[in-house]
């Protein structure tokens, strides 16, 4: 194995070659039970106590098809405007892998319930770029294996395995562009986004919570690079199993650089799969990749095929969401942002719970600041997205709420935000317990007024000469003095009003 890999620079590559994507996406369903047997698919369970004589491939066994998992492939086709098979059956892809009991996947070959579609995909500068889907296809996981001992945790140099089959048959879509071409230097962004608008989508379909962090959704990246000008495409790599959005748009470039050193070197592409690391933003040597055939496919004979009537899927097609993309757009308008604002707003994965708390009562654009700003940042820190927060949209809405009605500044909104984030309880509580309301008491704050302007004799002079810009220091002691409690403007009122200066 190669652990240093010469790079040529990113911008000489494209000088040089086009590159050629290939995304394959693989989506875990977020069905009940599995694909092929009723065992749950709970997450968090016993190593293998979700299990059964189906998905661990015991002689004489029988699986049956999940409706469930065959309408949500459907509705996902649908989404990606693909033509929905009328007919189509499983396949048995062979392969023996110690994580795979059946020493089979269930998948499908030459039959996918959904194909030719596409999707619609926008760039940062808000320019929209199509992405054509070959097919969508309907298969099962496969378990998981761990490798003890050795330092990689992959299998070379591990002292034992441990397997755990409670993922083995657990529904997958697996959902594979068609060669994604003339993208040029943006290959990476445009494959970052596709996986994004992806995302959204299935999120939206509520087929799958689509998490990337938590495995639920892994994307498959083929590259290869042609000499600029030539028609035939160069031999691919593929990164496999990449897990997050940013790490997409690494492995992109980071293939891209190679590819095009090697070839500019006189070397030659080999077909193989490769792993990508977080850490360095590289890729390293997998195996040789097999070819189809190596698999021997052929029809799987203990299920019927799947032959969805139209009518069914007219049905299905008459109850799809909104396109997240057209949502967006839509939301963009209503909230009065820019379109690169929309970009990281949906970067963030913030869109659903600023919708639910402008729902909850929120003008627009408290609920940005806050989810985008404080939360946002909260979530970074303790390693969690923004709907693993212990705080609600209506309670953020409830916040807003206070601030809005003048009972909280923003100093304390955000006091009030970090108790209910440690689980003091609701915004109301959080108030009430740590005594955190605006002093509107109109006498409090006068004698902390004229406290101030008798300490600071100096700067009261100034103000009465009239610099008026002085008076943010008579302010600031009367902040300190409420502890940040009082409503800096009506502060700066009084202020004017005690020394007999109007503003302006
Ligand atoms: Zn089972």
Request: charged share 25%; proline share 4%; aromatic share 4%.
């Amino acid at each position: 194995m190669t652990t240093t890999t010469d790079l040529v620079s990113y911008e000489d590559a494209l000088a040089s070659y086009d590159p050629v994507m290939g995304l394959e996406v693989h989506v875990e369903l977020g069905t009940r039970t599995k694909m092929f047997c009723g065992c749950s698919t709970e997450l968090g369970a016993e190593p293998n106590s979700q299990t059964c004589p189906t998905c661990l491939g015991m002689p004489g066994s029988l699986p049956v098809v999940n409706a469930t998992g065959v309408e949500s492939a459907i509705k996902i086709g649908l989404a990606l405007h693909c033509e929905i098979a009328e007919w189509c059956r499983f396949a048995r892809k062979n392969y023996f892998y110690p994580d795979m009991p059946k020493n089979f996947q269930t998948s499908q070959y030459d039959e996918p319930i959904a194909f030719n579609g596409y999707l619609d995909v926008q760039l940062e500068d808000g320019e929209v770029f199509r992405v054509e889907i070959e097919r969508a296809h309907m298969e099962e996981d496969t378990g998981k294996s761990t490798h003890v001992g050795g330092a990689t945790g992959r299998i070379h140099g591990a002292l034992h395995s441990l397997l755990d089959y409670n993922r083995a048959g657990i529904p997958l879509i697996e959902i594979v562009t068609k060669p994604i071409e003339g993208a040029g230097e943006r290959a990476p962004e445009v494959a970052r986004a596709y996986v994004a608008e992806l995302r959204e989508l299935i999120k939206a379909l509520g087929v799958s919570e689509a998490r990337m962090e938590m495995g639920q959704m892994r994307c498959d990246v083929n590259l290869s690079l042609m000499p600029k000008g030539a028609e035939k495409f160069g031999t691919r790599s593929e990164t496999k199993n990449v897990n997050s959005l940013r790490s997409v748009e690494r492995a992109a470039r980071f293939e891209i650089q190679r590819h095009a050193a090697v070839l500019s070197s006189g070397g030659t592409i080999i077909q193989e799969t490769r792993h990508f690391h977080e850490d360095t933003g590289s890729t390293t040597s997998g195996r040789v990749k097999e070819e189809a055939e190596d698999y021997r496919y052929f029809p799987e004979p203990d299920l019927v095929p799947v032959a969805p009537s139209r009518e069914w899927v007219e049905e299905l097609r008459a109850g799809l969401p909104e396109q997240p993309l057209a949502r967006r757009n839509r939301l963009r308008e209503e909230w009065g942002v820019s379109a690169h604002d929309m970009q990281s707003i949906l970067n963030a994965g913030a869109i659903d719970t600023i919708v639910a708390t402008i729902e909850a009562g929120a003008d627009a654009a408290s609920a940005r600041k806050w989810w985008m700003g404080e939360l946002a940042r909260s979530a970074n820190e303790s390693g969690k997205s923004l709907e693993d927060l212990s705080i609600t949209p209506a309670q953020v809405a409830r916040v807003t709420e206070l601030v809005s009605s003048g009972d909280l500044n923003d100093k304390l909104a955000r006091q009030v935000i970090e108790g209910v984030l440690a689980g003091e309880g609701t915004p109301d509580e959080v108030v009430e317990k740590r005594g955190l309301k605006v002093v509107s008491d109109e006498g409090a704050l006068t004698a902390a007024v004229d406290e101030a302007i008798a300490g600071n004799p100096g700067v009261a002079e100034k103000i009465r000469g009239g610099k008026v810009a002085a008076a943010g220091a008579l302010v600031g002691a009367v902040m300190k003095a409420t502890r940040g409690q009082a409503d800096a403007a009506r502060v700066k009122e009084l202020i004017l009003e005690k020394l007999g200066v109007s503003e302006g």
